[in-house]
Nanobody, 118 residues
């Protein structure tokens, strides 16, 4: 079984920065894609950023140029550096990985709240 533990959320003023981390543990043979999603109140969950095992990245248009996703394969950890935060970035952020833990599955973290005040 694979577990994801997220950290780094919190309250920040507009224009500020936060760094989210998500560490995967358990039986992990390989991780293909690691990513971050977010869900604001009353809205659907949306992809924020994703990074493949080879390092290629994908970002939502709304965060391009402000957020940077990275991963440490040795630590099975993915990071999201968020700069120039805006009130509309306020949401619960979820870590997601597609991993082979005795079978390929999508795994989700418990979510971490990010609140950006104006």
């Amino acid at each position: 079984q694979v577990q994801l533990v997220e950290s780094g959320g919190g309250l920040v003023q507009a224009g500020g920065s936060l760094r989210l981390s998500c560490a995967a543990s358990g039986i992990i043979l390989s991780i293909a894609v690691m990513g971050w999603y977010r869900q604001a109140p009353g809205k659907q969950r949306e992809l924020v950023a994703a990074i493949a095992s080879g390092g290629s990245t994908n970002y939502a248009d709304s965060v391009k140029g402000r957020f940077t996703i990275s991963r440490d394969n040795a630590k099975n950890t993915v990071y999201l550096q968020m700069n120039s935060l805006k009130p509309e970035d306020t949401a619960v952020y979820y870590c997601n990985i597609k991993a082979d833990g005795l079978g390929w599955y999508n795994y989700w973290g418990q979510g971490t709240q990010v609140t950006v005040s104006s």
